[in-house]
């Protein structure tokens, strides 16, 4: 197990609402990132923060939005949610400010409805 | 240019015989290639990783062979047990770290 932790667990929204899913990171690291697996397909790159600035972006809209905070924690938020949104969240924290050795949480189960 | 490929989309082996993945990407500016497991529910764990400065990798059971020329990389899983079942995906990654790309990944099913 990593010291990645994600809440909530699973989670039911309809369509057009907002959702903030939150990470907490391994101690040590200071950079998060987000990713969003569809059934069965593989992580697609949503996001990365380092030290709490927005350090690169995936192919997703601005609906989607995130935020890290001083103690490296991190939140995903996406608004007007739609039936696509359906998916396993994840994040991943790492040292340093680049994607190398990532360690994953257990991911946020969203489905839209 | 940003993908990555992966086969075999699903693989069936034996115990104790040898699992093989193999993944190839077109950016040339990737420079960091990780296996991942992932159970059920669970999150990808990383597995084993390798740099395009060597051409093998050995941790344990697990073995990447990398192919710089061809822009290929493969996951050897040596002595294969049931405990192995899941789903692996290749990555890769560049040095900016603002790109890093999953394969589609491979349902491995372990027979006892």
């Known amino acids: 197990e990593t010291g990645v932790t994600q809440s909530p667990t699973h989670l039911i929204k309809t369509r057009g609402q907002q959702v903030t899913l939150r990470c907490s990171s391994q101690?040590?690291?200071?950079?998060v990132s987000w990713y969003q697996q569809a059934l069965g397909q593989g992580p697609q790159f949503i996001f990365q923060?380092?030290?709490?600035?927005?350090?690169g972006r995936g192919n997703f809209p601005p609906r989607f939005s995130g935020l890290q905070f001083p103690n490296y924690s991190s939140e995903l938020n996406v608004n007007a949610l739609e039936l696509d949104d359906s998916a396993l969240y994840l994040c991943?924290?790492?040292?340093?400010?680049?994607?190398?050795?990532?360690?994953f949480g257990p991911g946020t189960r969203l489905t839209v409805t | 240019q940003q993908q990555v490929k992966q086969s075999p989309q699903s693989l069936i082996v034996q115990k104790g015989g040898i699992s093989i993945i193999n993944c190839a990407y077109e950016n040339t500016a990737f420079d960091y290639f990780p296996w991942y497991q992932q159970f059920p529910g669970k999150g990808p764990a990383l597995l084993i990783a390798?740099?395009?400065?060597?051409s093998e990798k050995k941790e344990g059971r697990f073995t990447i062979s990398f192919n710089k020329s061809a822009k290929q990389f493969s996951l050897h899983i040596m002595d294969s047990q049931p405990g192995d079942s899941a789903t692996y995906f290749c990555?890769?990654?560049?040095?900016?770290?603002?790109?890093?790309?999953f394969g589609p990944g491979t349902r491995l099913s372990v027979l006892p």
């Open positions: 990555a890769a990654g560049d040095s900016d770290g603002q790109n890093f790309v």
């Open positions: 923060y380092y030290r709490e600035e927005e350090n």
């Open positions: 390798i740099r395009p400065d060597v």
């Open positions: 101690s040590g690291h200071n950079t």
């Open positions: 991943a924290s790492n040292a340093g400010g680049i994607a190398y050795e990532q360690y």
